[in-house]
Nanobody
């Protein structure tokens, strides 16, 4: 079992930056695919960024060039650095883990573990 806890959410002005983090209850998750998803009220949950066991990353087109995902396997933490934030980035951000070394798509059903989410609000 793996428990994920997000932190770092808050309110930021458009154009600003914010970083959210995810801590895992286990430290042997280096071979997991990790990802960030987000969901705004009334909208579908969408993938934002993912990182595989080798550190390879992938981003949604909407955040490419603005967001950066990273992981610290020694600390079992996941981070999402968000820059040049836009009001449309406002959502609940969720950390997710897949018990696989690969993660080739943003599919909510493919992820076994989820955090409770942290709210990110971008004001205009």
């Amino acid at each position: 079992q793996v428990q994920l806890v997000e932190s770092g959410g808050g309110v930021v002005q458009a154009g600003g930056s914010l970083s959210v983090s995810c801590a895992a209850s286990r430290y042997n998750t280096s071979n997991y695919c990790m990802a960030w998803f987000r969901q705004a009220p009334g909208k579908e949950r969408e993938g934002v960024a993912r990182i595989n066991s080798m550190g390879a990353t992938a981003y949604a087109d909407s955040v490419e060039g603005r967001f950066s995902i990273s992981r610290d396997n020694a600390k079992n933490t996941l981070n999402l650095q968000m820059n040049s934030l836009k009001p449309e980035d406002t959502a609940m951000y969720y950390c997710a883990a897949r018990t696989s070394t690969t993660c080739l798509a943003f599919l909510t059903s493919a992820y076994t573990y989820w955090g409770q989410g942290t709210q990110v609000t971008v004001s205009s």
